[in-house]
């Protein structure tokens, strides 16, 4: 199985900030990767799909890129809505795979 | 607007079985694959189990391959997840999620989840 490794675990920021999420996979992907944002209590949501394309509705300030083996999921311009989880899974095969995920917390 | 309502979550003693059921509206239900992703309390997301649009392609994890099986009524626009020998590892809300593309794919829609707690 592809496992992914997202980077970091945690990470504490402020409004107005930009951040960066890394996402290693194990073997190459290409660009078979998605980005989710999860609240407490809630399902997660698609905010970015084969790597860098937006899911519709999805502000801009989120972005992706990366292929192969390594991807980032940045965020130009944190706004307080942004504080949650965010987990990125691999389609490469059927037998997706998701990230340990990484807490967005507020500094 | 694309609607998934799970349902059949519940307390089971180990050893025990359950079926889930999701009940999908606002799409064409045969034409996307559709998933089971599961997340264990204060844990992070696992997918499960997946199942081809027909129906005739059935995928698992390895945690759960040989006790669960994933089935669809394409007919009553209805996902189904039969899990037998229940583990207090299986512990989790269970979410269906709908593929967002066909081949293989990423979710775009899911559920509310349901939870199943597997406990003595």
């Known amino acids: 199985d592809i496992q992914m490794t997202q980077s970091p675990s945690t990470l504490s920021a402020s409004v107005g900030d930009r951040v960066t999420i890394t996402c290693r996979a194990s073997?190459?992907?290409?660009?078979?990767l998605a980005w989710y944002q999860q609240k407490p209590g809630k399902a997660p949501k698609l905010l970015i799909y084969k790597a860098s394309s937006l899911e519709s509705g999805v502000p801009s300030r989120f972005s992706g890129g990366g292929s192969g083996t390594e991807f980032t999921l940045t965020i130009s311009s944190l706004q307080p809505d942004d504080f949650a989880t965010y987990y990125c899974q691999q389609y490469n095969s059927y037998a997706n795979t998701f990230g340990q995920g990484t807490k967005l917390e507020i500094k | 607007e694309v609607q998934l309502l799970e349902s059949g979550g519940g307390l089971v003693q180990p050893g025990g079985s359950l079926r889930l059921s999701c009940a999908a509206s606002g799409f064409t239900f045969s034409s996307y694959a559709m998933n089971w992703v599961r997340q264990a309390p204060g844990k992070g997301l696992e997918w499960v189990s997946a199942v081809s649009g027909s129906g005739g392609s059935t995928y698992y994890a390895d945690s759960v391959r040989g006790r669960f099986t994933i089935s669809r009524d394409n007919s009553k626009n209805t996902l189904y997840l039969q899990m037998n020998s229940l583990r207090a590892e299986d512990t989790a809300v269970y979410y269906c999620?709908?593929?967002?593309?066909?081949?293989?794919?990423?979710?775009?829609?899911w559920g509310q989840g349901t939870l199943v707690t597997v406990s003595s």
């Open positions: 073997q190459s992907i290409s660009s078979w």
């Open positions: 999620a709908k593929d967002a593309f066909s081949g293989g794919s990423c979710s775009d829609y």
